[in-house]
């Protein structure tokens, strides 16, 4: 497997990035915990725009990659966060939605007092005043959930919570995204629901997103670049046709993923040659 990363189409102009993040670079990676080695070697650059998914099986360091870039677990080797220049940013704004939240269903806590109680010091039980109340319907509408803005947290359905989830880490518009398998437990309506939100917000913002996904038919439809996770290190990245593709992930997943990408190829050709039929 090829593992040259993309180069962002920003550096080669020398232009500016909507999000003002063009590169997150991860070299030589490692990080071990209690005396235990969880990944080692380490190398993803991920550019704006990008939604790069990690997957891999359980117990290969996915979660814990997240949090290292996060700053919550320590590190050896590199992480910059680069301009279009390649000259190094401030430390940006991360966004994250955690695989769960634990909540008492039985508060009357609402996602209004969610959003509140982030927004602000004053006391959600003396006042939320109109401003914020707007605030948080216009962060609600990036991910389609307005309806949910006085819905109890603990009446929400999974995939509303990780809609609400989404939009809290959207507020403010962050430099990079981290999902952590956001959409464990969702129906498959709520999944694709979710994946099409994500993929929206990555092109109307050139966010920078990655992903960690067991979801591997939506990983394949939704992600423009895959990074496989396996024996405490990346074993292969680049898009998902050509990750699916991989040997290794097809002996670690048991899917031979050959047919689907060619049954996608005719599609594509279908269209092409239907459409100088219209």
Not at 10 to 28: V, W
Not at 190 to 210: P, Q
Request: with cysteine; aromatic share 6%; net charge negative.
């Amino acid at each position: 497997m090829n593992m040259i990363q993309q180069k962002c189409s920003h550096s080669c102009q020398g232009t500016s990035c909507k999000c003002g993040l063009c590169c997150t670079q991860i070299t030589n990676f490692g990080i071990s915990r209690g005396g235990t080695e969880i990944l080692r070697n380490v190398d993803l650059h991920i550019h704006c725009g990008d939604l790069t998914a990690i997957i891999g099986p359980n117990g290969a360091g996915k979660s814990t990659l997240l949090k290292a870039i996060l700053g919550e677990i320590s590190h050896t080797g590199e992480l910059l966060f680069l301009d279009a220049q390649n000259e190094g940013t401030t430390r940006p704004i991360i966004g994250y939605v955690p695989q769960k939240l634990e909540l008492d269903s039985s508060s009357p806590t609402s996602v209004l007092d969610l959003f509140a109680a982030a927004y602000t010091n004053i006391p959600i039980w003396l006042t939320i005043s109109k401003k914020v109340r707007e605030r948080v319907r216009k962060g609600l509408a990036r991910v389609q959930g307005e309806h949910l803005i006085n819905k109890r947290l603990g009446a929400l359905s999974g995939g509303e919570l990780q809609r609400v989830l989404l939009a809290l880490a959207l507020d403010p518009i962050p430099h990079l995204l981290l999902l952590d398998e956001p959409v464990s437990g969702i129906d498959q309506r709520g999944l694709e629901l979710f994946y099409k939100t994500v993929s929206l917000l990555r092109e109307n913002y050139d966010l920078s997103i990655i992903l960690v996904s067991h979801d591997l038919n939506l990983v394949a439809e939704y992600a423009n670049r895959v990074a496989f996770v396996n024996n405490k290190t990346i074993e292969c990245v680049g898009t998902p046709q050509e990750v699916f593709n991989d040997e290794k992930v097809i002996q670690t997943f048991g899917l031979d993923w050959s047919k689907h990408y060619q049954k996608d190829e005719k599609d594509e050709k279908d269209r092409v040659d239907n459409a100088h039929l219209v």
